[in-house]
């Protein structure tokens, strides 16, 4: 239980500053934050067994008793979502399909092989986002797919494009909340390449295919991700980010922006607004890039709070997407998804406890010295004592209360795997 003393006395020092911690803590909940499928196996899915994550991303570890089917990754996620406060959806890339041990070719999925997971979703009062899958296939063995010069295979990934779309409509449609489609491919080069145009103009004349047809946008928003460089694609990645900005404008889609996918002294959360004025929404890829790409754990860290304060000072709830993206494997994976998830939901209530209408005022009217004085005072406010308090109205354990939780399902279900 929530130390009633403490709450009442934050939720009065918050008041001095015009803040009302209880409205804060309801918004906060009912933001969704969207939950990576993949960090529960490492990214291998359930395509055909055995199979080895490739495309230039990689997990790294290997921490025992990660989910090896369809049903462990649905308990191991029912497990971890009781101890992750506020709404959520489940994010899917397609080799997670269930098709019942049949071998299904990537541009012949279905709805039909997702029907289970949609089932599943209902059930658990979760929203569902997609994700074509353009990496671990034999015609994305030689670094190409929706940029390849082979047209043969260009088209082959053209219609697994489409049929994710499908998808994703379904999804929306089936549980009356809109589901994300997010494209990300892996193409480019290792070395310098000469011809770095023709890549490019393939790529282009495949989202020209791919989003020639309309879907309703109450169920489906397709959204594009650029990425800067991957293992073996150090040189050239064919879907940057100029590409992808004049991608999402052109066909009017979403931006996804991956916290890992720029120069490491760029950071996103000053990419947002720009990127907003010209494009109709941004899905956020928050992860946490360790000198490189590496989709570490996300942590309570300055880039995370700057991502949700963001959103809260531009007024961006309704166009900003929160997606989460990384892959830990050297450490207990119902961890990884109760930690960086929940770091997440803290983001958006540190975010929702500032006193955003005093901060414009003050720096409209030129007033830096107060905006400072305010910003910095702030980070030493209680908000523990509110976080505390949204963990008691969000139903899930206080503080440390989770970890105990987690290492018992690991007695008692993980570790027989
Ligand atoms: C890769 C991209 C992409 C993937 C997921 C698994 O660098 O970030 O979003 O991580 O689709
Ligand atoms: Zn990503």
Not at 40 to 47: A, Y
Not at 310 to 321: K, L, P, S, T
Request: aromatic share 12%.
């Amino acid at each position: 239980m929530a130390d009633n003393r403490a709450y009442e006395r934050a939720k009065e020092i918050y008041a001095g500053i015009g803040v009302d911690t209880d409205r804060a803590i309801e918004r906060a909940l009912s933001v969704p934050v969207s939950i990576q499928c993949w960090q529960g196996d490492d990214v291998i899915g359930f395509e055909n067994v055995g199979g080895s994550l490739s495309g230039g991303i990689q997990t790294t570890g290997n921490y025992p008793g990660k989910a090896r089917s369809i049903d462990e990754l649905r308990r191991d996620f029912e497990f971890v979502s009781q101890l992750i406060p506020g709404r959520k959806k489940f994010s899917l890339h397609a080799i997670y399909l269930d098709s019942e041990g049949k071998k299904v070719e990537r541009n012949e999925i279905t709805p039909a092989h997702f029907s289970s997971w949609v089932d599943w979703a209902k059930e658990q009062k979760l929203g569902l986002d997609f994700n074509p899958t353009y990496f671990s296939h034999p015609l994305s063995a030689d670094g190409f797919t929706l940029s390849s010069d082979d047209q043969g295979k260009r088209k082959f990934w053209v219609e697994h494009g489409i049929a994710s779309r499908k998808i994703s409509e379904y999804f929306g449609r089936e549980l009356g909340e809109v589901s994300c489609n997010n494209f990300w491919v892996p193409d480019g080069f290792k070395d310098t390449p000469v011809f770095r145009k023709r890549f490019r103009e393939n790529l282009a004349r495949s989202y020209d295919e791919i989003f020639s047809e309309k879907i309703d946008e109450n169920y489906s928003l397709d959204s594009v991700e650029s990425k800067l460089f991957g293992i073996g694609v150090e040189s050239c990645s064919i879907g940057s980010h100029e590409f992808y900005m004049g991608c999402a404008i052109k066909h009017g889609t979403l931006l996804t922006l991956d916290t890992g996918h720029f120069h490491p002294t760029e950071v996103v959360s000053d990419k947002i607004s720009s990127s907003l004025l010209y494009v109709k929404g941004v899905l956020l890829h928050v992860s946490r890039p360790v000198r490189w790409d590496s989709d570490h754990v996300v942590v309570f860290d300055d880039e995370t709070k700057a991502i949700a304060a963001e959103i809260n000072r531009g007024d961006f709830w309704d166009r900003v997407h929160i997606g989460l993206d990384y892959f830990d494997a050297s450490i207990n994976r119902l961890a990884c998804w109760a930690i960086g998830s929940r770091n997440m939901r803290k983001a958006i209530l540190g975010a929702l406890l500032e006193p955003v209408d005093m901060l414009r005022e003050f720096e409209l009217a030129g007033d830096f010295t107060s905006r400072l004085s305010y910003l910095e005072e702030l980070k030493t406010f209680p908000f523990s004592d509110v976080w505390d308090r949204l963990c008691e109205v969000g139903g899930v354990p206080e503080r440390d209360g989770w970890i105990s939780d987690v290492r018992s399902y690991e007695k008692d279900v993980l570790s027989l795997r």
